[in-house]
């Protein structure tokens, strides 16, 4: 199906604005369709932004969100996530991904990297709300089953080698919940199939030193040896990399997904992403779950995460607004199996059309810092992913009450199963 959508005023990956008329095709942007096209739309200088892409993420957790507060990390997770997580149902899994999908296209994301279980209801949940993603099954051995988990992975990645919205990908969840084995065996799967591999590392403070404590090596030397950086992978938080890891990463070509808010919220640090820049390491961004978050909204990850370098870098000129749009769009088409992030012939076709005549984007005149600094995803009137609308003022794929009253009536069963 062609679609030509007139009047649009575009922006690049430099942040720089240009009135053009955009053509898609089976799915991609295109240099021009005849002018027969089935489907005409003036979007009268609307701006149009690439789709966002979200990183990291775990995608059902939304069910979680707000549940306790301004408690530790060990408690948070055993006394709250742990509990609720063994009793999960498989339609608690789809009703939580299908309300964090809702929110991220609401917030202009239209492409997700997502670990969790249940990944079929996680994959049925992105195709109902019309949203791209890599969903990879999480595996850990150390509760046992690592095995099963491996080939539910494997399966799943077959099952969509050729989906045009959902890949499989592997995700070995931590160094400290799988064994180097079972780590190991997790990265030749993903060399094996050439999927994208993502994992958890150096998140805490504490990391470092339990896993040197527990085998006298350190993680990322580790990793290294297992062949577990490499162009395809994405490290979540990073948050306490050294310069001469940094240098490791940037010279393996992997990606490392930047998610500040979570990190901060949980008291885990700050990723030295102004060091990580200077090394030239392929940054993205990450929202993690909406119950380390609580939101899901890559807006807020931009604004805090430049204002947070700059405070413990204390230099205002790190992380340019060129920089820090691109790791929240084309950054991430160098790991991911999707060409995404940018409007450009041949790529995807994944936008998010933007009203102009908003508070957070005035004046008009210095829009550029508005997209960094101000923007209020409210003024997102429309989403198209891989050619299609799936937002126009409100979710053309799903049905936003019925969702929710499912939603609710999910977290008080699971409540009432404790
Ligand atoms: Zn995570």
Not at 267 to 280: C, D, E, F, R, V
Request: hydrophobic share 40%; net charge negative.
């Amino acid at each position: 199906m062609k679609k030509v959508l007139k009047n649009c005023l575009v922006v690049d990956e430099n942040l720089n604005f240009e009135k053009k008329d955009l053509y898609v095709e089976d799915g991609r942007f295109v240099d021009f369709a005849e002018e027969n096209a089935e489907d005409v739309e003036d979007l009268k200088g609307a701006l149009v932004l690439p789709g966002l892409v979200n990183t990291h993420t775990h995608a059902p957790m939304s069910l979680f969100r707000g549940i306790a507060e301004d408690v530790e990390l060990y408690e948070w997770l055993s006394t709250y996530i742990f509990p609720r997580e063994d009793k999960l149902t498989e339609e608690d899994v789809y009703i939580g991904s299908l309300v964090s999908f809702m929110e991220m296209i609401k917030n202009g994301i239209t492409t997700f990297v997502d670990m969790y279980f249940f990944q079929d209801a996680v994959a049925q949940a992105a195709k109902d709300v019309g949203i791209r993603g890599v969903i990879t099954r999480g595996l850990a051995d150390i509760s046992g089953n690592g095995g099963q988990k491996l080939k539910e992975c494997e399966d799943f990645i077959k099952a969509h080698a050729n989906d045009p919205l959902i890949r499989g990908g592997v995700g070995p969840h931590a160094l400290y919940t799988c064994s180097n084995d079972y780590f190991k065996e997790a990265v030749q799967l993903a060399h094996s199939t050439d999927s994208l591999l993502t994992f958890h590392l150096l998140e805490s403070p504490l990391e470092r030193e339990d896993y040197v404590k527990r085998t006298g090596m350190e993680s990322v030397d580790f990793l290294d040896s297992i062949g577990a950086f490499d162009e395809r992978t994405i490290i979540a938080h990073g948050t306490h990399f050294n310069e001469k890891e940094l240098d490791l990463i940037a010279q393996r070509g992997a990606t490392l997904s930047y998610n500040p808010i979570s990190n901060a919220k949980l008291g885990n640090g700050i990723a030295p992403i102004h060091l990580a820049l200077s090394k030239k390491v392929n940054v993205t961004l990450g929202t993690d779950s909406a119950a380390s978050n609580n939101s899901l909204n890559l807006f807020d990850e931009i604004k805090f995460g430049v204002l947070v370098q700059r405070a413990i870098s204390k230099d205002p000129t790190v992380m340019k607004m060129e920089e820090v749009f691109s790791m929240a769009t084309k950054n991430a088409s160098k790991p991911l199996p999707f060409e995404v992030g940018k409007i450009e012939s041949g790529m995807l076709a994944d936008l998010v059309v933007v009203n102009t005549e908003s508070l957070s984007l005035s004046p008009n005149e210095y829009m550029k810092s508005h997209l960094i600094y101000s923007f209020d995803t409210s003024a997102i009137k429309k989403v198209m992913v891989n050619g299609e609308w799936v937002y126009d003022e409100g979710f053309l794929n799903v049905d936003f009450h019925e969702v929710m009253e499912r939603f609710e009536k999910a977290v008080s069963s699971l409540n009432s199963r404790l």
